[in-house]
């Protein structure tokens, strides 16, 4: 289709661009990232040294084990949050899901995996419930995930009532939580990292991703480029809810028993490590990889402080204190930023004189 | 002229006044409401018409009435306060800890006190969101986790229990007068005198503007952070009245007393009406949100409803009111648009 | 003029600037705005977009902190730090844009914050909706004033800011472009309003592209260039063509240099396109090689054509026709695919996901077909973007930049870029030069021109009449959301697209030509 370019650039068109106008360590350093994932081995190195029995066989077996669900609700909730929208409905699309498994299962002697299979479908749809609301009808993500967190979680309890279904039968029941070998790590991670490397493509490396990214940043301008907004949300919500299925079908073997209140208040716990990890609340960035970081540096914060003696609310004010920090520093560091010299007039400026530049300023004020 | 079908309607005030409540999104929740009261007195009359239903129907609402007025104010300005049922806990067991201590203290002084802890609490909230610019669902996760935590490392596996509470505060939580009880009269009063602040002055107003388009209120020169400020210090206020409430209802304070109501909070408000992003909405729909989400869990039982379905039907309640809200914002901008369109 | 001149000539004026300065990064919006308004005169400030006339207004308004100079209201030195500031001082501003609050009466979009109160601090509804009526009135317009502002019409939103403007009682009130989007009779109404004010002895800045106005209203004229002020005169010892040239400060005909280009087919058609209160029954056809303007008023309802066109909006009636295949409508992407690209008005919310690099946002429409099995990579990005960016001669230090840091005119470069790397058959581009400085602008209108040349399809729209009877080669009018004109190059003047721009609705259907 010659005709349909009329302008090709020219092969010998004199300008070139650099494709980065910061070196490759400081884009590798001087993130958000860079400081969870940091902050992760520095909160961990400090508890192998100083906390009785940090460094026991089974204290990163039991961490992996508990937070497996957090962590695998994380991975769609970050790719929600960077599009700008939020789902609270999660933990109960969990609960819900862990009740169909045990229905199923204890009740209607079906197998795992085919519980487990009819329990992801249902999980996905509920997501998709989700999502044709706010991609579609154009509902703040907001108000109908807080409504189908309660009618989720009310599907549950219709579900299962006042009766805790146990005694889930087979080895299956035991495989997710059984180790690798003679490793520290429980099978479950396996499906984690397998989803995790997914997402992560997903979200980095292809082309749905960069529309992610600029829904997030921007739907309207997204929405002129010919990104398909609504479609790319009703997806994003229906993974959600496949992975919280499936973190549903884990939570339910894992304890070999449902409950209603299984899972309840997790979604907070998600969206307190996916903040953590460097996603803006307000959508548009974020790395997949920091989400990871946040939530085990919420992990072995939790673990740690468990060995150290202290209850469970410690790591409440944490996650808290974390939380609005984080969230803080990330919206005022870069308006103190904006009020330092231009540096991002020039390269040159970039390169060479920012420590200059800062000096200036203050001495200026 | 593309103005002239814009005139002013002819209409008198009555009618008009008429056309606004026969036309409200507070109506549509009244003839529910109604409706499920009908319902359950016709399966069981004692729903109503005894002296221990009269009673529940009009008791069982006061905290969640509390809660989702100050939500509410919140609401209308953009934001939204999690820290709600944090807040309430909280002056749940300080009203137990100040009656443990100085068992004849005045109800008065301990409500007061209830407030107070309250507007502190609201009032660290909206220093960080109106400051830092920063979104209040975060900052409010945040200080909800911190503050029920800070309760569980102070409470333990403690309760306060019956004895901890005097007599006569007790008493206050089921007292009556004239068959209505106290602490929905004072509710009541609250949610009239918000709704008339919101209605009449001038401060009330800018809260709508200032939800509507934040951006438009900035370059217009409202004080809008002293406004949402002042939202979230009444907000918090609201929650440790409801604490107060709370301790003299169910006397009975622990480290879960509250935990999870903030969502119901919201919930009655949205069904009320008011927009999840503000600017519209009234504190009289997020009363009857709250009347309605309290009815429907006792009265689904009632209507042969398992209460296991509770939560179910009440989610699908709030998914249907902002349906409902969607479908009438677009007709009714659609009819604004035809009327300037036939000029 | 008034003839006790001398006697004003005296007196305090009203606002006085002296080389205020304004930057926002790396963009200076105004280097050196000078502007001396005195008490009882209505002063025009003119300048092409880009000026700074616009930044000069919002320092004015207290929206934004000037980084250096002078600033004295009634002599005295201030500084506003919020609109609140400037409007206890006595400033009141009518933006270029109207910002209501949508959820509100229209009454109370104009008193909010200072309501009429009757007893006990209550708000006095009543007062409040008769003094909204005694100002509508003055204005010579009916809008309800108990209606929710949601929904109004341009016209109808700017007649609100202008009522609210009047009602604060202001010493100085500055007018931003107030009539961009009003009809003969409504500018008449506000300029009877300007001079009652001004014989009262207050202060009014106005700013307009149109000279008729100026020249009509104003007493004293300022020209701003590039962001500097360039001269003051009285409007009765100057004319048209002296502004003009301290404007643009170069001949205007080579800021326009349109050259023939041979037409060819009929690329775009569209037929009886028609969307409930925006447009009814629009049709027309674009060639290959020709330039097709959309002149009107703001919110006669061009842009909305556009959108509906390249499927941003859905519409109720019509089709769209490409190279002869139907067009769906709703989806931009399927217009994108069929061969039209479109750069919309708003450059910072819609054509450039402003917070997101350079290499991305030219790579933006392309990027589906970089990746490589499925993946694609920064590296791949910036390979695509590069040429674009070169063939355009953006000016960034890296690919990486982000599109907020650069100034509007390489912004625009960068949308344009996005586009023609997707080898477009058609191009819609709306208000190409909008915030654009004059160097740029000139640039744009020669690739414009290129583009044609090489064979493409061109609707541009643009609010500046100079430009589209400079670029187009056939000039459509719309007014009303419906279109009124088609008038060809060569019998384009101001005067017959003005007028077909503000024709009203039942003549304009009575003469539409058929195209």
Request: charged share 20%.
């Amino acid at each position: 289709m010659s005709t349909a370019t009329p302008v090709a650039p020219a092969a010998a068109e004199s300008r070139t661009y650099a494709a980065y106008s910061r070196s490759l360590l400081a884009r590798l350093l001087l993130n958000r990232e860079a400081a969870v994932i940091a902050a992760l081995v520095v909160v961990f190195v400090y508890a192998l040294g100083n906390v009785q029995y940090f460094d026991g066989p089974l204290t990163i077996y039991n961490l992996l084990k508990e937070y497996a669900p957090i962590l695998l609700m994380a991975l769609p909730m970050t790719l929600i949050i960077v599009t700008g929208e939020i789902d609270l409905s999660v933990a109960s699309t969990l609960g819900a899901s862990a009740a169909i498994t045990g229905v199923l299962v204890v009740d209607h002697d079906l197998s795992v995996p085919s519980a487990a299979v009819v329990a992801i479908v249902v999980g996905a749809l509920l997501g998709a419930l989700n999502g044709f609301f706010v991609a579609y009808v154009g509902l703040p993500s907001l108000a109908v995930t807080i409504g189908s967190l309660a009618l989720y979680r009310g599907l549950a309890e219709g579900l299962i009532q006042d009766k805790r279904i146990s005694g889930f039968p087979g080895a299956l029941r035991t495989w997710p939580t059984e180790r690798i070998g003679d490793t520290q790590y429980p099978n479950i991670i396996i499906p984690i990292i397998v989803l995790a490397v997914l997402f992560g493509l997903l979200l980095h490396f292809t082309s749905f991703g960069r529309s992610v990214f600029e829904i997030g940043l921007s739907d309207e301008a997204a929405h002129f480029s010919g990104v398909n907004v609504a479609r790319t949300k009703l997806i994003l919500f229906t993974l959600s809810g496949a992975v919280a299925a499936l973190a549903g079908v884990y939570v339910a073997l894992k304890s070999n028993s449902v409950a209603t209140d299984t899972g309840a208040g997790f979604e907070l716990k998600v969206i307190a490590g996916v903040l953590l990890g460097g996603v803006s609340i307000f959508g548009g960035r974020g790395a997949l990889h920091g989400v990871i970081a946040g939530v085990l540096l919420i992990a072995v914060l939790n673990s740690a402080l468990q060995l150290d003696g202290q209850g469970s609310e410690v790591i409440q004010i944490i996650i808290g204190l974390l939380l609005v920090g984080s969230v803080i520093a990330s919206n005022f560091l870069p308006r103190i930023r904006a009020l330092l010299p231009r540096r991002a007039v020039t390269p040159e400026v970039t390169s060479k004189t920012p420590v200059n530049g800062d000096h200036t300023r203050k001495v200026a004020q | 002229m593309s103005t002239s079908t814009l005139a002013p309607s002819q209409e008198s005030p009555a009618t008009r006044a008429l056309h606004t409540v026969l036309r409200s999104r507070e109506l549509a929740i009244v003839i529910v409401l109604g409706l499920i009261i009908l319902l359950a007195t016709a399966r069981r009359s004692s729903f109503v018409l005894s002296a221990d239903g009269w009673r529940d129907t009009l008791l069982a609402p006061s905290i969640l009435l509390l809660l989702a007025v100050g939500q509410m104010v919140v609401v209308v300005t953009r934001n939204v306060d999690l820290s709600v049922g944090s807040t309430l806990g909280i002056t749940a067991y300080v009203t137990g800890k100040i009656f443990v201590a100085n068992p004849d203290i005045s109800v008065i002084v301990v409500f007061l006190a209830g407030l107070a802890v309250g507007a502190v609490i609201g009032a660290i909230n909206g220093v960080l969101v109106t400051l830092f610019k920063v979104p209040a669902l975060v900052i409010t996760l945040g200080t909800m986790y911190v503050l029920r935590g800070a309760l569980t490392r102070e409470v333990g596996s403690d309760r306060m229990n019956a004895q901890d509470y005097p007599a006569h505060f007790e008493k206050l939580g089921t007292q009556q007068v004239l068959t209505i009880p106290v602490l929905t009269i004072i509710a009541l009063v609250v949610v009239a005198a918000v709704g008339y602040y919101l209605h009449t002055a001038r401060g009330g107003r800018e809260l709508y503007a200032i939800g509507s388009d934040p951006d438009a209120a900035d370059l217009y020169g409202l004080p809008t952070g002293r406004r949402v400020l002042g939202a979230f210090v009444l907000c918090g206020a609201l929650a440790g009245l409801a604490g107060v409430f709370s301790a003299a209802r169910y006397a009975t304070a622990f480290s879960g007393t509250g935990s999870g109501i903030e969502l119901q909070a919201v919930a009655a408000v949205v069904i009320g009406g008011v927009a999840i992003f503000g600017g519209s909405g009234t504190v009289w729909g997020a009363a009857i949100g709250a009347f309605l989400l309290v009815t429907i869990n006792r009265a689904l039982p009632i209507l042969g409803i398992s209460e296991f379905w509770q939560g179910a039907v009440v989610g699908a309640l709030i998914i249907g009111s902002i349906v409902l809200d969607r479908v009438l914002s677009i007709r009714r901008t659609h009819q604004l648009v035809e009327a300037r369109d036939h000029a | 003029m008034p003839d006790d001149e001398e006697c004003r000539e005296e007196r305090t004026p009203t606002l006085q600037l002296r080389d205020v300065a304004k930057s926002f990064g790396a963009v200076a919006a105004l280097r050196s705005g000078t502007l001396e308004v005195r008490p009882g005169s209505i002063h025009a400030l003119v300048g092409e977009n880009g000026a700074g006339k616009s930044t000069l207004v919002k320092i004015v308004a207290g929206v934004h902190r000037r980084d250096a100079g002078e600033f004295r209201l009634l002599g005295e030195p201030v500084d506003f730090g919020s609109t609140a500031e400037s409007k206890a001082a006595g400033v009141a501003v009518i933006y270029q844009e109207p910002t209501l609050f949508p959820d509100l009466s229209v009454a109370e979009n104009i008193f909010m914050g200072r309501h009429p109160r009757g007893r006990g601090r209550r708000i006095d509804r009543t007062r409040m909706y008769a003094e909204s009526h005694a100002l509508f009135a003055r204005l010579g317009v009916s809008i309800d004033p108990r209606r929710v502002a949601n929904g109004l019409s341009i016209a109808d939103q700017q007649l609100i800011e202008i009522a609210k403007a009047i009602s604060l009682d202001a010493k100085l009130l500055v007018m931003d472009e107030p009539t961009a989007a009003l009809s003969g009779n409504e500018v008449a109404r506000l300029f009877a309003v300007a001079r009652s004010l001004r014989d009262e002895g207050r202060a009014l800045v106005f700013i307009s592209h149109r000279f008729d106005e100026v020249f009509d209203l104003c007493d004293t004229v300022t020209v701003m260039r590039d962001g500097a002020y360039v001269s003051t005169a009285r409007v009765a010892e100057t004319t048209e063509a002296e502004i003009v040239a301290k404007m643009v400060g170069r001949e205007v005909a080579e800021l326009f240099p349109k050259t023939p280009a041979p037409l060819g087919d009929v690329v775009l058609e569209v037929r009886g396109l028609s969307s409930a209160g925006e447009f009814h029954d629009v049709s027309f056809q674009v060639r290959a090689g020709e330039i097709v303007g959309l002149a009107g008023l703001v919110g006669a309802g061009r842009s909305e054509i556009a959108r509906a066109v390249f499927g941003v909006d859905g519409y109720d009636e019509g089709t769209v026709t490409l190279d002869g295949r139907v067009v769906p409508k709703g989806s931009p992407r399927r217009a994108i695919r069929a061969g039209m690209a479109f750069v919309p008005e708003d450059r910072r919310q819609q054509g450039l996901v402003i917070e997101s690099s350079v290499a991305r946002n030219v790579s933006a429409v392309i990027r589906g077909g970089l990746a490589r099995a499925g993946l694609l990579t920064a590296r791949a990005e910036n390979r695509a973007a590069g040429p674009w960016a070169a063939r355009l001669q953006v000016k960034t230090s890296a690919l990486d930049m982000r599109a907020a840091t650069m100034s509007g005119g390489n912004q625009q470069k960068v949308v344009i870029a996005k586009w023609l790397a997707t080898g477009p058959r058609l191009l819609i581009i709306d208000e190409p030069t909008r915030g654009i400085d004059v160097g740029t602008k000139a640039e744009v209108h020669r690739l414009l021109s290129d583009l044609a040349g090489q064979g493409l399809a061109i609707v541009m729209i643009s609010s500046e009449l100079p430009e589209v009877l400079g670029m187009a080669d056939r000039v459509l009018v719309v007014c009303e959301g419906r279109i009124t004109a088609d008038i060809a190059r060569a019998d384009a003047t101001p005067e017959n697209v003005m007028a077909a721009a503000t024709r009203s609705t039942s003549t304009a259907t009575a003469t539409k030509e058929p195209v």
